[in-house]
């Protein structure tokens, strides 16, 4: 069973960076999930990272309980009245048996021992209660010669850097086995207006440009961002950035 001395631990040094460049999830997604749910008191967002889900659920459910194993992505997490973060591995909460209405898993399940996490599901979810998982898939950027130069860097630069857990994210989780019977979702996309500033701020939060910088020993959004210049070349214009959200829920009989 993984444990908070075992789990793969790839986001700790970048926390700050995470919370302050990651994309947010659109309200429809919350009002959705919220939508399905009979009882709103108790919301466990799992693998919370820095909040950016708990937050939103937060509108929803009178509490929404958010665990991290990490503590650095914990200490940098929004604070919000109604959520309660704590340090704690996905397969064991802590949570008592048959107190949550919700659980969430926000781009992280790939990292979890699956049978280990599903059981802790079926012990803390109500009958009746929601799972929800899903992960965004690969930005596309408004623009043809950046987004050509961005899906390069992804695939072919970071490309091999990328911990083998990164292919089930580009799946959509499609490949995982899946606890309950699933809901058929509608569908979702995250869109934001960045500057060229944030967006690359938000290429050096991805654990494949973290590890080409671990192992080659430079950064390779400063070439990136050399390359853009020529077609994005005020850094304080904004463009329109789209991330397919990929979704499975399922409901506990």
């Given at each position: ?34 939508g399905l749910c009979a009882h ?160 690359l701020g938000f290429l050096r ?23 853009i210049v020529g077609d994005w ?21």
């Amino acid at each position: 069973m993984t444990s908070l001395m075992t789990f793969k631990d790839h986001f700790s040094r970048l926390a700050a960076q995470y919370s302050a460049f990651r994309p947010s999830y659109p309200a429809a997604l919350f009002d959705y999930l919220a939508g399905l749910c009979a009882h709103r008191g108790v919301a466990w967002d799992c693998a919370c990272g820095n909040g950016q889900a708990s937050v939103a659920l937060a509108s929803h459910f009178e509490q929404v309980i958010a665990t991290d194993a990490s503590a650095q992505q914990i200490a940098a997490a929004a604070p919000n009245q109604r959520v309660a973060y704590r340090v704690a591995a996905a397969e064991q909460s802590a949570l008592a048996p048959g107190s949550v209405d919700l659980v969430t898993v926000a781009q992280a399940l790939h990292w979890f021992d699956l049978e280990a996490f599903y059981r802790e599901v079926r012990r803390v979810l109500r009958p009746s209660g929601v799972l929800a998982v899903w992960v965004y898939g690969t930005l596309h950027v408004e623009g043809d010669v950046t987004d050509r130069l961005l899906q390069e860097f992804y695939n072919e630069i970071t490309g091999p850097y990328w911990p083998p857990e990164r292919r089930l994210v580009d799946d959509g989780y499609r490949s995982l086995s899946f606890p309950f019977p699933e809901l058929d979702p509608p569908s979702f996309r995250m869109q934001e207006r960045w500057d060229r500033t944030h967006l690359l701020g938000f290429l050096r939060t991805w654990s494949g440009t973290a590890r080409y910088v671990e192992q080659v020993g430079r950064d390779p959004v400063e070439e990136l961002e050399r390359r853009i210049v020529g077609d994005w070349s005020d850094p304080r214009s904004q463009r329109l950035i789209t991330w397919p959200l990929l979704l499975r829920v399922g409901r506990r009989p």
